[in-house]
DNA sequence: CGGAGCGTTGAGCAACGTCAAAAGACGTGG
DNA sequence: CCACGTCTTTTGACGTTGCTCAACGCTCCG
């Protein structure tokens, strides 16, 4: 299943000088929802990334309640956050957010501490790590860079308010129709670069996990979907045949996720 | 269908003397989750007021995409938040967020200016409104209390993802015991008075929106939980007969709420 | 007394889960 | 090259959950 992952986007953008260009993060890094911050704060950001680290597939960065005190920044790959219940005899899991390349992804961590659920990579992904103390640091001399990683997570439940109504209220067609224009949409600012065909590394038992179906009946939406004409979910990657169609089956409206022109 | 609501508890605590004394806020409105805030923070928060508004049972707070400008803290009543979407023809609705006193309704709005959802109250409610210039001013001068309004929004994520996970993956009965088991402790520490009794005025088409039910089917759920032992839910208020039981039914964990042991 | 709003109940049905079997994809070792 | 095991997807049969529709009762209020 593997399937490549999409390269990052030629930005031929001048390279910033600055005090952070010994940081392992280069300019290619910043893509996806990252890009809407200040050019300054990246460049704090920059400066404050301890390291950067490789995951392998369904490799854990941090498990529910653990004391944290580095938060990642996804540069490649997928990541999702489990929330995990019940007792031992039939642990119940769900997955309850996906990351794409640009977003923190467990930012939330800096005001909490602690996080109640577990993060882990759907792919090899490839995160940046800050320290707490760094970003605090950040935050300190600047409310305005203070309220933009706020900003950051408040976005974050804005998706989890619109999973919340996609699990409560659309059936199953629409309900990995409406998943997979919302992955199309964030992709697409993370750079991905065509745009009939959207990588998406996930097995079938993920799309069950997130949208809260089994696996045999995901497959059978997945052929619906096929024979509708709307796209093809193969090998790791959605090809899009008809994107109107698409949003139409979900009646998608991606206003919750504050796209840039804000 | 009315109901009391739980009166305010009496802290008989010191009136603490200050310069927001003619705030409208009183030392009785501190309760429920804002009370873990630092003491110097709600004191600065009681300056910050700029007006306690009464709400009607179903008026709207604010609607999506309009720009905010204040935040609201909940004083009494009980307010939700809900995701509307698609077509006029059939416009479907949930409930993705419910406001016990103590909480801060839409704090999400400080960092956002608009909101992609819906905010109305389930009940008449008394709501303190604080503009957003005077919490900016609060969050220069002190990155620290900056750090704990941040975390208040983070505790609303929390919540978030546990309702993805329970309108995913628990069956109608687990919902709604867990949903009541929520409510049971948050309510608790917004000053319920009454173990065995919670006020909860909510029509069962509330029920409905909230743990993604049709209103037969809740009421087919509430005749269980009732005949099972666990709960009687009437009247605007549940009877926990019990409570072990209750959490059983729902597999209840409740550390996603970010109880104050921390 | 009549109506509106809410809750309850029953019957029939659609959506989805579970179980089981089989087929395709892929790597591994002989 | 083939045989084999594992992982993933697909399909069918069948059971269950929860929705829809419709009727009825209850309470409050005019």
């Known amino acids: 299943m593997k399937g490549e992952w999409f390269g990052r986007p030629g930005l031929s953008s001048v390279t910033a000088v600055s005090k952070a260009d010994e940081s392992a993060l280069t300019e290619q890094d910043r893509r996806g929802v990252v890009r809407r911050l200040d050019p ?32 990642a920044l996804l540069l490649d790959g997928l990541m999702a956050r489990y929330v995990r219940n019940g ?51 950040i935050m300190e001399r600047s409310s305005h860079h203070a ?41 697409q600012e993370a750079g991905e670069i ?14 069950a996990e997130i949208a809260g179906l089994s696996p045999v009946h995901v497959s059978r939406v997945c052929r619906e979907l096929r024979e509708s004409g709307a796209c093809t979910i193969r090998d790791g990657h959605a090809e899009i045949h008809d994107r109107a169609l698409l949003h139409q089956l979900a009646h998608f409206d991606p206003s919750y996720l504050y796209p840039p022109e804000d």
């Open 147 to 187: 309220r933009q990683l706020w900003r950051l997570t408040m976005i974050d439940a804005a998706i989890h308010r619109h999973w919340i109504f996609r699990s409560s209220r659309l059936r199953a067609l629409a309900s990995v129709a409406d998943f997979v224009s919302e992955m199309d949409q964030r992709l």
């Open 40 to 71: 300054e704060l990246w460049q704090l950001l920059r400066a404050a990334c301890s390291e950067v680290r490789q995951l392998d597939s369904r490799e854990m960065l941090s498990k529910a309640g653990e004391k944290l005190d580095v938060s």
């Open 87 to 137: 007792q031992k005899s039939e642990p119940q899991s769900a997955i309850v957010s996906i990351s794409v390349p640009g977003d923190f992804v467990d930012l939330h961590a800096l005001p909490l501490k602690r996080l109640d659920h577990d993060i882990g990579a759907l792919t090899e992904a490839r995160v940046a790590l800050f320290p707490h103390a760094a970003l605090d640091r």
């Open 194 to 207: 065509r745009v009939d065909r959207l990588s998406l590394p996930l097995l079938q038992t993920d799309l």
